[in-house]
């Protein structure tokens, strides 16, 4: 805007003056309160010992709620008035008014309207629930001093009470504002030697001289409407016939809990949906995104009201009921059943709650994509994909090619998909042309974008500002235009796009999600082990039978809701806050021995014991257990082993100074530091490792911001040298040996038994770190004797193959990849897996595989990690092409811990395949039908294949369905197809 800096600043000025005078203060509100930890019920809290509350007056202790109340009278003075009221009280609070939740005051939501023609003498109670806080909320990064808290507590009291007050609201000023700040705000982005820009600015220099901001109040008011009129002309403007075409909706996104516990979510849950209430009651046009069905269930449970008022809105068409998913889950860290119960869960709560079937995955904040996902949304009917996180990766990445796109995911499943640029997003009118002009990575075959507005990652959602710029910009003359309406019109505007994406959606940003909080991590992964393995014995008892135990199906399904909630992108990748992780791993043990009560309930347990003799195997192939051949969905007496064919051995070689480690599968040698430097199988003498392995490597990891998020590239720079003194010891028995490490790390003790068993085809590393690092990153190297560009990396339900080499700018921004429970690398004749338990981050240096163990992080939670640390890997040797190898087997025996019970399991196996790459995943209880089970079976090699299954005697019909149990087929069990990569979903009837 070239106008000179005379006038540029004078406009400058009228901007900035206006909204001053939006509000005049009448009077103030004098204030009560109490405090509590507790929620209450508004009923209950108005019945609370409230004491008086004086300007300057500091409360409110960690994690302290304060309930304050007031009492206003319409004065005479303000009768037919527009009155509004705020408290300064808090930072963030929920309003009643005569008893009905009515908004929120926040940062971005300042003024309640209380009547828009008050009448003097009536009276209104207002009581408002605070937060105090909880001290500093710290996403950044940087250095921490030696001895320096980087999370802070707070004081004793952390709130100071300001003045409180009510007064009235100037509607003819701020409608006039709104056109002259619309078009202000255009103006700055639109050509400076256009038309249009020197006919705003005519018609905003001409404002200026007739505003008078320096009269009394009446006359200031009617100036300010009087120049308003001559901005109408220029709002009157419409656009040409190929402007810009924007969805535009209202949306607040709203973490399930991160820098604040999930009891402050709850509250603000209730905050963003009064003010969105309000809005709607305000505007006819208006219309908000309703996602997220953990938060409408706490509005449901701790808000009826404000619940039936959303319910209502429903029913209008004011709320566009959309999410699809339960939670809006982290998709690298879950597996494959957990991501598609989310979308069960999620479709058939929107189904039953608001009648509407979502038909959007809607995740605009999730830490990059699966290539599963397409797959699971298209067999879970959810069409289309929306997010702006790839959109957000740093400059010197590779740029995401595209805004409008098919997704292509790795069985060949296409989802349409839409990337935007910021979700918590302010709305003016300048900002519309920024995103198609700056944000817009899309160069060819798009026409229109997203453009969700509202304040968000806390909630709040949009101010009446935004709604009323909104209004504006449906067809304002060079800006977008703008539709309100539904995300799932932009994909029906949008139902062919020219390109095509294929693969994992890889976000080159937040890379130490995939490692911060390993408690937490390994508590998603033993969870969803135990719950496999009780859904699977419930089927038994169901097909056999038997007496279910008590409440089952409501046990079962609670403990799977406490589970998909802790995979929410904040607290699965390790980005909240201590309390937040806290409470996940507590909930996660609760989910363990919620499963291992269920079992006990069937006679089963984890131990083998005098009562237990029998091994029971829940997987779709044989294993060993305890020297015993289980077959697969079968059992086995596990007190009578077999004996091996060769002897398991442990001897230290003197001449060598090396450890021998030898059973009938592997001959091990290890080093007097406890570095594994030879892998051979017996009776061969191909060498399987390249150099040291299992050598552990620590890093210093600063991050220049987004501490628990990031794992910067340069840390591969700062090798932090350990301390080679290792104490070893040697155990053996007659089904295990173990050479028995202690060293330290840094300022931490590590414990390792290096364990081959007389089953084990792999050496396992059994650890236990007391981790006491700040801002190291501890990974284990495994350097394998095989030459391959790709290492395959294990997703839910198959793998992706990702380089090994940095040629090209996306192999550079792959130096920290997912992986689920095993990496490998194959040169075809030969290659290497390093499984694991429970670790997700990875990296493969051309040969070398590097599995990220610990990060230890100091913000948002300064001692993530800290303390005592378990979890196994293993080093997995195999021959032939990774298509014809074991190592998904392998991986699994290394998750799913044995189950015993007291005697033969006489159902026999309930369904099997004759192919080796055909995997059962899941046998449980038939949501849709009580003489049901479901069957989840999916292709785990990349190649089409066509099996036979063996059914049960049991089964008397196979049904093949999508993955909500719905369109149903007939199967021929005996001849099945499957796609590379493919999930079927098959229900047997009994």
């Known amino acids: 805007m070239n106008i000179g800096s005379q006038w540029r600043e004078r406009l400058k000025i009228w901007a900035e003056q206006l909204p001053k005078y939006y509000y005049r203060k009448n009077d103030s509100l004098p204030v009560s309160y109490f405090t509590t930890k507790e929620y209450l019920p508004f009923e209950q809290a ?25 009492k206003l009278t319409v004065p005479e003075n303000l009768d037919g008035k527009w009155v509004v009221f705020t408290l300064n009280t808090a930072e963030e609070m929920l309003v009643w008014v005569n008893g009905q939740a009515v908004g929120s005051i926040d940062k971005k939501h300042c003024l309640i309207t209380l009547a828009k023609s008050a009448r003097a003498g009536d009276t209104y109670e207002i009581y408002a629930e605070c937060y105090a806080g909880h001290g500093i909320r710290n996403e950044g990064a940087g250095p921490v001093g030696f001895g320096e808290s980087s999370v802070p507590e707070p004081p004793e009291q952390q709130v100071t009470v300001g003045e409180s007050h009510f007064g009235v609201w100037n509607e003819p000023l701020f409608q006039a504002a709104m056109d002259y700040l619309t078009l202000y705000s255009l103006v700055q982005k639109l050509p400076e030697k256009s038309l249009r820009a020197m006919k705003i600015i005519e018609g905003l220099k001409k404002f200026t001289y007739i505003a008078d901001f320096e009269l009394p109040e009446e006359a200031m008011t009617a100036s300010v409407v009087e120049a308003g009129k001559l901005l109408k002309p220029l709002m009157d403007c419409k656009n040409g016939s190929t402007m810009p075409e924007y969805t535009v909706f209202g949306q607040s996104h709203l973490d399930l809990s991160w820098l604040w516990p999930v009891e402050e979510t709850m509250r603000k849950a209730a905050r963003t949906y009064t003010n969105q209430l309000a809005l709607m009651d305000e505007y006819d046009n208006y219309h908000f995104l309703l996602c997220e069905p953990p938060i409408l269930e706490w509005l449901k449970e701790l808000y009826p009201e404000v619940y039936q008022r959303v319910l209502a809105k429903v ?15 982290d998709t690298n860290i879950p597996s494959g059943e957990s991501i598609i119960r989310q979308f069960v869960r999620g479709k058939r709560w929107f189904r039953a709650e608001m009648g509407v079937d979502s038909q959007m995955a809607w995740m605009p904040d999730t830490f990059g994509f699966s290539a599963v996902l397409p797959q699971i949304m298209k067999k879970c009917q959810v069409p289309y994909f929306a997010t702006q996180k790839m959109i957000r990766q740093p400059p010197e990445c590779q740029a995401f090619p595209y805004n409008i796109f098919w997704w292509e995911g ?7 998909a839409h990337t935007f640029k910021k979700n918590n997003a302010n709305f003016q009118s300048g900002d519309l042309i920024v995103r198609w002009e700056e944000d817009r990575v899309q160069q060819e075959n798009i026409d229109g974008l997203m453009f969700p507005f509202g304040f968000g990652d806390g909630g709040g959602g949009p101010t009446r500002e935004m709604v009323e710029a909104a209004s504006r910009c449906a067809d304002l003359e060079g800006a977008p235009r703008c539709r309100m309406e539904s995300p799932v019109k932009y994909f029906e505007r949008h139902a062919d796009p020219a390109d095509t994406f294929s693969g994992e959606l ?32 419930l089927s038994r008892y169901l097909l056999s039978g038997k007496e279910m135990p008590d409440n089952w199906q409501r046990r079962l399904d609670d403990l799977w809701k406490k589970l998909l909630f802790q995979q929410f992108h904040d607290i699965a990748t390790g980005t909240s806050i201590a309390r937040v992780h806290e409470r996940a791993e507590k909930e996660l043990h609760e989910v363990r021995e919620g499963c291992m009560t269920l079992l006990q309930a069937m006679g089963l347990g984890a131990e083998l014991s005098d009562n237990r003799r029998f091994a029971y195997n829940c997987l779709s192939f044989p294993r060993r257990i305890r020297g015993v051949t289980v077959p697969a969905q079968g059992s086995a007496l596990a007190d009578a082993p077999d004996l091996p064919k060769q002897p398991l051995r442990l001897s230290y070689l003197e001449q060598e100074h090396q450890y021998e480690l030898s059973n009938q599968y592997l001959v091990c040698r290890l080093n007097e530091h406890g570095e594994l430097v030879s892998v051979k199988k017996q009776g061969s003498e191909t060498e399987y490792l390249k150099g040291v392995g299992n050598r552990l490597l620590m890093f210093k990891d600063v991050n220049t911001w987004y501490d628990a998020w990031e794992l910067g590239s340069m840390y591969e720079n700062l090798p932090v040298p350990l301390d080679d003194n290792v104490a070893v010891s040697m155990t053996r028995d007659a089904s295990r040996a173990a050479l028995e490490i202690r060293r330290s790390i840094g300022a931490s003790v590590m414990r390792q038994a290096i364990v081959l068993t007389a089953d084990a085809a792999f050496i396992a590393f059994e650890t236990e770190i007391d981790w006491q690092e700040r801002h190291k990153l501890l990974k284990v190297a495994f350097p394998v004797h095989a030459y391959a560009k790709e290492a395959i990396h294990e997703i839910q339900f198959g793998y992706v193959k990702r380089p090994t080499h940095r040629s090209y700018q996306t192999d550079k921004d792959r130096f920290e990849v997912c992986n689920h429970r095993y990496t490998a690398l194959t040169d075809g ?25 610990l990060k230890s992080a100091m913000m948002p939670d300064e001692h993530a990690d800290q303390g005592m640390q378990k979890f196994t890997y293993a080093f997995y040797p195999f021959d032939g092409a990774f298509q014809d190898a074991d190592v998904p087997e392998k991986a699994a025996e290394l998750n799913e811990p044995p189950v015993f019970g007291s005697a033969p399991d006489e159902l026999g196996a309930i ?49 093949e369905t999508d993955m909500l149990e719905e369109k149903p087929k007939a199967a021929d069990a005996s001849h099945v197809h499957f796609g590379s990569f493919e999930i079927k979903t098959f229900l047997l009837y009994f």
């Open 506 to 537: 890889y976000l080159a940003w937040h890379r130490g999600t995939l490692t911060s909080q390993a408690k937490t991590k390994q508590g998603i992964r033993q969870a969803e082990n135990t719950l496999r393995q009780v859904e699977y014995f």
């Open 911 to 959: 369904f099997l395949t004759d192919a080796r790459n055909i995997l059962v995943d899941t046998i449980k209880p038939a949501d849709t039908a009580n003489n049901a089970l479901l069957v989840r079976v999916y292709e785990c090699m990349g190649k089409q294949t066509d099996c036979a299954f063996t059914v049960n005697p049991k089964i008397r019909s196979v049904v």
């Open 46 to 70: 108005a019945q609370g010992h409230y004491t008086p509350a004086p300007v300057g007056m500091k409360w409110g202790k960690k994690w302290e709620y304060g309930w304050f109340r007031t």
């Open 829 to 853: 004749a030969h290659g290497a897996a390093v499984l694991n338990d429970g670790k997700y981050g990875v990296n493969v240096v051309e040969n070398e595989i590097r599995l990220t163990l």
């Open 315 to 329: 029913r209008e068409g004011k709320f566009y009921p959309e999410g699809a998913v339960w939670a809006e889950c």
């Open 410 to 416: 790795m069985d060949g499943s296409r989802v349409l």
